[in-house]
């Protein structure tokens, strides 16, 4: 029987540790920056511009390509009929017999030695490519960031929030444990008693839909990390305590102007455009390249009568070509290359202006953050003081019910309103950084 008990404990103990370490493994508590890291290397939402970056750094070999020199070998085999001659005036026909079996060999070489710029052009371009799908990628990493931010703060706000309903409730339950003592006694209204259990019922209903909440946020923070389904983030308590920057405006305008990647990004179109018309122009230009060449062919067609023997020749020399028509059909291309050009010059003072914009709008957010914060915290000093004064009026009979629903209210209230503040410090220092291009 011990034996039995021994085993039997041993099992136990077993399962319960490997239910603990499954339910750690599941919750996990992470700062905004470890988060960071994890969406790095495993968001989903990030390995399409992933893909994007190394497809515009192979675009470079490719267009590398265009200093490699051409190489065309041709093999034909031919069955040849009988001809015939005659005079001019087609009179004196006669049949001239031919070798039936036709054959040809040939082996041309061309190394680009000058294209107009076309090659060089194009390689500078297929670099601007990658650099701008680098930046591309860097805009969606802050933007992804930004958004995690988003459901970190707000996971963490509905976890205070949480904690204040739950107060609230705990108080309002010991509220109405008086009330029906009172009510025992002959000194109370059923009426009232009703209407405290609706501020409870309230406040349970208000508790379900934070907790659902809660949910949601965590799922949609889990699924951009790309961590395992089922994980629960717990935000770093912490976060609440960090001193952040102030700073002021013109050092986040100078740190947007160096770093927004929609800045680097537009700058990048800009040189795209003024790249892709240097290619246009380059249709004008003459190409030259170094030629060399060898054939071999049969039979010897020119001789009459046609001599059945093979005619080998080989051929080096420097080769010389010139689009005519490049002068008249490139001026539409070239009209929209730099109309296309001047688009992006406009695009990019537009993105200079809307984050110039942006940093002020959230810069001044910022610092109304911190007053908003000063005044909430004096709101909640009133408020529990409101409620503490109407509790204890109300328990000497010199209050009413609807005084105290009020307090209650008002002092739930306030104490939201302090949380949303606190958060709120955080959320528009990491949108400035956002902005910025700092996060």
Known sequence: MNNHRLLAGLVTSVLLSSGVCAFCQKRQIKTIEELFETAESNSPQLRPSFSAEEEARREISVARNGLLPYINANLSLSYLGDGFTTKRNFSDYQKAPIPHFGSGLSINLTQPVYTGGAVKSAIELAKLKSTAARYATELQRDNIRFQLTGYYLDIYKYHNLRKVVENNIAQARKVLAEMEARYKQGVALQNDITRYELLVSNLELQLTKINNLIDILNNNLVLTCGLPEGTEIVPDSTIILRTLPRGNENEWQEAA??????????????????????????????????????????????????????????????????NISSLYKSNKSLAKSRIATQKAIDELNAARNNISMGVRADYMRYLEAYEELKTQTKSVELAERNYNTTSVRYSADMALITDMLDAANSKLDAEQQLVNARINIIYYYYKLLFTSGKI
């Open 257 to 322: 102007n160096n770093n927004a990647p929609a800045l680097k990004l537009a700058n990048s179109s800009v040189a795209i455009s003024g790249k892709a018309e240097r290619l246009v122009k380059s249709e004008r230009l003459p190409k030259i390249g170094l030629q060399a060449g060898w054939s071999l062919d049969g039979p010897i067609l020119v001789e009459v009568p046609p001599i059945n023997r093979n005619l080998s020749y080989w051929y080096v020399g420097l080769g010389v070509s010139y």
